[in-house]
């Protein structure tokens, strides 16, 4: 119990920073390489083989199948002989179309990678602090000194 009253009286203190200048001895640039994704459209010309339209096949079907249907049924059964006969007809009579070829213009998304040499990545630093020399990798190169947030905290 003793410990955790302890602890929270001495949080303040070990959250606590303290500010510092250290002297660069040195800050080399790091280089390397960055991949860039980009997407493109790619279009192509690809042949497609299509049916063609044959309207005269399907009236001239349809008219034939509704006649032939007439005939057949008989009594109430007629207009539906009739209907289902049109209908028919006009399926048969629509087949007599023709194949054809034609270019289509086909395109799709594709990503192209690219590889960037030389971007900078930061700076390797070498400084000196309290006798000690120390490194770091920083974004930006720090100057003639370099700012440390120095934590504190008691040993057990």
């Given at each position: ?21 250290a ?25 497609v083989?299509r ?5 005269a ?6 008219i ?52 960037e ?40």
């Amino acid at each position: 119990m003793n410990k955790i009253l302890l602890s929270f009286l001495l949080l303040p203190l070990i959250g606590h920073a303290e500010t510092f200048q250290a002297n660069v001895i040195s800050a080399q640039p790091v280089y390397g390489v960055r991949v860039v994704d980009i997407p493109m459209e790619v279009c192509e010309q690809v042949q497609v083989e299509r049916k063609k339209e044959n309207t005269a096949g399907t009236v001239l079907g349809a008219i034939a199948g509704a006649a032939i249907g007439n005939q057949i049924g008989k009594g109430g059964g007629s207009d539906v002989a009739t209907v289902v006969g049109g209908v028919l007809g006009a399926q048969v009579g629509g087949r007599g179309g023709q194949t054809e070829t034609v270019t289509e213009n086909r395109c799709r998304t594709v990503t192209r990678s690219y590889k960037e040499q030389g971007v900078l990545r930061g700076f390797d630093v070498v400084y000196k602090f309290m006798g000690r020399t120390y490194t770091a990798r920083v974004s930006e190169h720090p100057g003639s000194t370099i700012t440390l947030d120095v934590y504190h905290s008691i040993a057990q």
